[in-house]
Nanobody, 124 residues
Framework: QVQLVESGGGLVQAGGSLRLSCAAS????????IGWFRQGPGKEREFVAA????????YYADSVKGRFTISRDNAKNVVYLQMNSLKPEDTAVYYC?????????????????WGQGTQVTVSS
């Protein structure tokens, strides 16, 4: 089993940047595909970005395309989410999730394990 821990959240002003990290421990990390999801106050969990096991393919939600970048460093067992030009509507708890077979999935139902989340708050 793989354990995921998110970090890097915090409070930032609109227009600012944050970089979230998703650190994996446990079984071999080079295989899992990783996705980022978020859940804002009173909202359902929504897809943000995903990356395949080798970083060869990435997907983004339309709402973050051009502002967020997902990347991974398998040597360090970490996946990053660089968030630029942040908006108040980006405020949410951000979760990373792993899929064992290495794909990049948009739907949360396909993921095998989840981190505990990190809070991102963007002030106007």
């Amino acid at each position: 089993q793989v354990q995921l821990v998110e970090s890097g959240g915090g409070l930032v002003q609109a227009g600012g940047s944050l970089r979230l990290s998703c650190a994996a421990s446990g079984r071999t990390f080079s295989n899992p595909g990783i996705g980022w999801f978020r859940q804002g106050p009173g909202k359902e969990r929504e897809f943000v970005a995903a990356i395949t096991w080798n970083g060869g393919t990435t997907y983004y939600a339309d709402s973050v395309k051009g502002r967020f970048t997902i990347s991974r460093d398998n040597a360090k067992n970490v996946v990053y989410l660089q968030m630029n030009s942040l908006k108040p509507e980006d405020t949410a708890v951000y979760y990373c999730a792993g899929v064992t077979w290495g794909g990049a999935l948009i739907r949360p139902e396909g993921y095998d394990y989840w981190g505990q989340g990190t809070q991102v708050t963007v002030s106007s």
